[in-house]
């Protein structure tokens, strides 16, 4: 009688994340990010201005409705979703490497590999913000109370000038942080490599998480830059966006070229 072996199954192969980045890796993602939006400017800007004007009609809403308490935790919340919203962006970049035409047509309705696992992903990120918006309340209420909210005119004045608030910042500036990081590891790659390719929401994720703890140095002072360019624009007004905006997220696609 024949004996059938046993099968013994591959053992499981192991993928270096490490990609030797140099350190200043990011300065060279952001000049090529420049040289794509000044070819063929005007559907990158216009894409900044629409996000522009998006960002001014929900803080606009925000003031209104009187949500100015959480005014400070959504700004820093949209480089959560920030990612998400630059897919137009990524795309550009990519048909300028394959020497094909762009238009803001094409940038608005791009073409998605993974189309249901980014809106996925999107959707995550969206309730990762909401979360992170929820803890700053939390934050808050531990060392104000639950009373009525004083108001962005008189909020400067309790932060900066009492032991409370300067107590409330570190607190909330550690618990901000930590959200900002698990974002930013998420993140960085996951969107542009779901555009480029068949990928589930979750590998993709967890594969951008590796890429970022293997890459550490290149990618905390990439970071850096995107947190610098970032607070520019807020102090700009929201202006910086436009201009902002777009080179961030064509940088954003050579830094995935440059991992992938």
Known sequence: MTQIPPVVPPLPRTRSHDRQLPVGSGFAWLRAGWADLWHTPGPSLAYGVGIFLLSTVLITA???LRWDYILFPALAGFMVVGPFLALGLYDKSRRLARGESVSLARMIVPEIASRGQVLFTGALLCLL??????????????????????GLDHI???LFTTPTGWAMLIVGSVVGGL?????FAISAFSIPMM?????????AMGTSWALVIHNLPA?????????VLSVFS???????????????????????????
């Not at 913000?129 to 004083?150: D, E």
Request: proline fraction near 4%.
């Open 219 to 227: 990618l905390l002072v990439w970071a850096a830059i995107v947190l």
């Open 179 to 183: 959200f900002a990081a698990c974002a």
């Open 156 to 158: 400067a004045p309790m």
């Open 234 to 260: 807020l102090v700009t007004g929201m202006l910086g966006l436009i201009l902002v905006f777009p080179l961030l997220g064509h940088a954003t696609w050579h830094a995935y070229e440059a991992v992938r």
């Open 62 to 64: 925000m003031v209104l």
């Open 195 to 203: 555009l480029d390719r068949r990928l589930d929401a979750l590998t």
């Open 129 to 150: 913000m909401l979360v992170w918006m929820r803890a700053a309340v939390i934050v808050y209420a531990l060392f104000f109370g639950v009373g009525t909210f004083p």
